[in-house]
T-cell receptor
Framework: SQKIEQNSEALNIQEGKTATLTCNYT??????LQWYRQDPGRGPVFLLL?????KEKRKERLKVTFDTTLKQSLFHITASQPADSATYLC???????????FGTGTKLQVIP | EAGVVQSPRYKIIEKKQPVAFWCNPI?????LYWYRQNLGQGPELLIR????????DSQLPKDRFSAERLKGVDSTLKIQPAELGDSAVYLC????????????FGPGTRLTVT
C-alpha cells in the first residue's frame, strides 16, 4: 500500500541554522510533491510544489529537492526564525489526477 | 480576496446525533475537497468535487457520511449518526483546477462527539 513517511518526532533547531525536513514515500509514483505549513488551530498553507522532472525548487528562504529514485523529498529552511515554528506537511499528487495524499507532518521548533 | 470560509468553527454533539459542516470556497475555484484530520495526523481526503460532480468519494464512509455541492459553489458535509470516532477536524479546501494543484484550506471545523 502507499505510504508517506515524515519524521514523527519534533525537530528542534537553533535560530539562524538551516532546518531540513524529510519526506519519504513507497509504492507511489507521484507527478507532483507539495509542502504545506500548518499552525495550531489553522488549515494547512501551501508553500511549494515540485514536479517529478524537477530536482530542486526555491522560494525565498525555502528549498525543496525531489529524488524520484530515492523516493524522497527534502525541505530546507535557511536562516530559520522562531516564526518558522510550525508543522510541515508533505503531500503527493498522483499521475493525471488531482488526488492529494498527505504525510503525517513534522513539527519544527526554532529556538531563539 | 476572501479565503475559504467554513462554519461552524467548533461543534460539540452527543453520539448518534446528526451534524453538518458548511464550506464556501474561493470564488472561481472549481475543485473542492473535504478532509478529515485527526490529532497528530495529516489530512485524509474524504471527497473531491470538480464543479458539482463528486469525482472521488472512495474514502467517504457512505453509511453515515454524505456531501453535496449544489451549483458547484458551496458545499455541505453531513454525518448522521455521529460516532465517538468521528471526533476530528474537518477541513475544506479549494483549488482553481485546470491543472493547478495548489490547495487553499479553510480554518476547519473541530468536531467533538461525546
Amino acid at each position: 500500500s502507499q505510504k508517506i513517511e515524515q519524521n514523527s518526532e519534533a525537530l528542534n533547531i537553533q535560530e539562524g541554522k538551516t532546518a531540513t525536513l524529510t519526506c519519504n514515500y513507497t509504492n507511489y509514483s507521484p507527478a507532483y510533491l507539495q509542502w504545506y505549513r500548518q499552525d495550531p488551530g489553522r488549515g494547512p498553507v501551501f508553500l511549494l510544489l515540485i514536479r517529478e522532472n524537477e530536482k530542486e525548487k526555491r522560494k525565498e528562504r525555502l528549498k525543496v529537492t525531489f529524488d524520484t529514485t530515492l523516493k524522497q523529498s527534502l525541505f530546507h529552511i535557511t536562516a530559520s526564525q522562531p516564526a518558522d515554528s510550525a508543522t510541515y506537511l508533505c503531500a503527493l499528487v498522483g499521475m493525471g489526477y488531482q488526488k492529494v495524499t498527505f504525510g503525517t507532518g513534522t513539527k519544527l521548533q526554532v529556538i531563539p | 480576496e476572501a479565503g475559504v470560509v467554513q462554519s461552524p468553527r467548533y461543534k460539540i454533539i452527543e453520539k448518534k446525533q446528526p451534524v453538518a459542516f458548511w464550506c464556501n470556497p474561493i470564488s472561481g475555484h472549481n475543485t473542492l475537497y473535504w478532509y478529515r484530520q485527526n490529532l497528530g495526523q495529516g489530512p485524509e481526503l474524504l471527497i473531491r468535487y470538480e464543479n458539482e460532480e463528486a469525482v472521488d468519494d472512495s474514502q467517504l464512509p457512505k453509511d453515515r457520511f454524505s456531501a453535496e455541492r449544489l451549483k458547484g459553489v458551496d458545499s455541505t458535509l453531513k454525518i448522521q449518526p455521529a460516532e465517538l470516532g468521528d471526533s476530528a477536524v474537518y477541513l475544506c479546501a479549494s483549488s482553481p483546477g485546470d491543472r493547478s494543484y495548489e490547495q487553499y484550506f479553510g480554518p476547519g471545523t473541530r468536531l467533538t462527539v461525546t
